[in-house]
């Protein structure tokens, strides 16, 4: 009933978004961004509070979106047509056209918990550039900041029939995904999701940024050191919560064993635990729940061959995981094959670069995959048949 209502109403603030002029829509949004910028510890503070990211973390992604919104602003002033030769067809001479762009329409925009500013900035923003009433459904772990956030919008002169949140359910999700009025869905989450939501939706526009279990690749001629500091950077920031997170790791059987030691000295180095201490580096994780899983997960892979390396479960009492390396990683194990979302990296042998690219490959994601190498040879050879982008 919550979303039938916000779409009655976001009709009326679609007739509204559309007496908007670009340069009234830039300002509007400019001032979103500038009221963010000066209420910016604030955001830092609730997001760390409700996701458990570090302070650090939580600052960069508020300046993050910050850039969002601005960017949005610029983009308000360049949505155009195009003027359109028709004389390329053999009966377009003397036939010219041109488009213009227009709003499509009313959006659902579902966020996730893990960057609940930025990632719904990177969704009402662009709407209300493109002049497009939202319909937001934060995530239920982390509702309070982009509540937070759309009100900085009404603030800055949004119409307020252009702008709904409706913390909730599956049950909200799938009503504001498959209403007929409801022109764009913007979706960030899990594949299992996106799945449905795509079976759902029907002739809408969607958007959708899912899930990975990203690879990386150290080659025999790699700087092993830059490739380890690297590797615990990527796989450890936002205590692995967020899907560009290095998860899968293949190194080449001649420079493993130093490799191994280099990546379990860096990630030593790591201070886990309380998310507002200013020298942590790794936070909680969402919730204890999260934990039982993680833990059922590496069991299964020291079930099937794999070592703990470092860390591992120490308690169950709390959302805490130490940063976690499981290293001979069996392929048929969850940590090799599904979306760890934690701060867990697998480490995986290979003997030559069409290994370690098959490797790579034997996953449903498809995200993106790095490889550290000086060999241009190989480096090309990933690019070329590696399975992602």
Same mark, same amino acid.
């Given at each position: ?8 109403? &976001?009709? +009326?603030?679609?007739e ?5 002029? /670009? ?9 979103? %961004?500038?009221l ?11 997001? !760390?509070?409700? !996701? ?12 993050? /979106?910050?850039? !969002? +919104? !601005?960017?949005?602003?610029?983009? %308000?002033?360049? $949505? ?11 009966? #377009? ?27 719904? &900035?990177?969704?009402?923003a ?20 982009? $509540? ?8 800055? *002169? ?9 913390? #909730? ?24 999701? #996106?799945? $449905? ?8 526009? +969607? ?19 830059? /490739? ?31 490799f191994?030691?280099?990546?379990? /000295? ?62 001979e ?16 990296v697998?480490?995986?042998r ?15 994601? *498809?995200?993106?995959v790095?490889v ?6 190989? &480096? ?5 048949? %590696?399975?992602?982008?």
């Amino acid at each position: 009933e919550d979303v039938y209502q916000a779409i009655e109403k &976001a009709k +009326i603030g679609l007739e509204k978004l559309k007496k908007l002029t /670009a340069y009234e829509k830039y300002k509007i949004l400019l001032k979103v %961004a500038n009221l963010l910028e000066s209420r910016k510890e604030e955001f830092a503070r609730t997001i !760390t509070l409700e !996701t458990g990211k570090t302070i650090r973390e939580a600052r960069i992604e508020v300046d993050r /979106a910050i850039n !969002t +919104i !601005t960017f949005s602003a610029e983009e %308000a002033k360049r $949505i155009h047509g195009e003027y359109v030769h028709f004389d390329a067809s053999p009966n #377009g001479r003397g036939k010219k056209g041109f488009y213009y762009r227009v709003p499509a329409g009313i959006v659902s925009a579902i966020t996730p918990f893990n960057f609940p500013v930025n990632l719904t &900035a990177h969704k009402i923003a662009p709407s209300i550039a493109a002049g497009c009433p939202f319909i937001l459904k934060p995530s239920e772990r982390t509702p309070l900041s982009p $509540i937070m956030l759309c009100q900085l919008f009404l603030e800055a *002169g949004v119409p307020e029939e252009a702008v709904s949140v409706i913390p #909730g359910s599956a049950d909200v999700g799938q009503a504001m995904t498959t209403h007929p009025n409801v022109r764009v869905v913007s979706f960030t989450g899990s594949l299992k999701v #996106g799945e $449905i939501i795509a079976k759902q939706a029907g002739l809408k526009k +969607i958007v959708m940024e899912l899930g990975s279990n990203s690879a990386v690749i150290v080659d025999k001629t790699a700087n092993l050191e830059i /490739a380890a500091k690297k590797s615990v950077l990527g796989g450890f920031a936002l205590a692995g919560q967020v899907c560009i997170s290095v998860q899968r790791i293949f190194v080449h059987e001649s420079v493993a064993d130093e490799f191994e030691h280099l990546l379990k /000295a860096e990630a030593s180095k790591l201070k886990y635990g309380n998310p507002l201490e200013e020298d942590t580096d790794v936070g909680p994780v969402i919730s204890i729940s999260e934990v039982d899983r993680i833990e059922t997960w590496i069991n299964e892979a020291v079930m099937k061959g794999g070592k703990v390396a470092l860390g591992g479960i120490q308690s169950k009492d709390k959302p805490i995981i130490p940063p976690t390396i499981v290293s001979e990683v069996p392929e048929e194990s969850k940590l090799f094959h599904e979306e760890a979302f934690a701060p867990v990296v697998a480490v995986r042998r290979f003997k030559d670069i069409d290994e370690a690219i098959k490797l790579v490959n034997k996953t449903n994601y *498809g995200l993106q995959v790095g490889v550290f190498t000086n060999d241009l040879k190989n &480096a090309w050879k990933v690019i070329e048949n %590696a399975d992602v982008g």
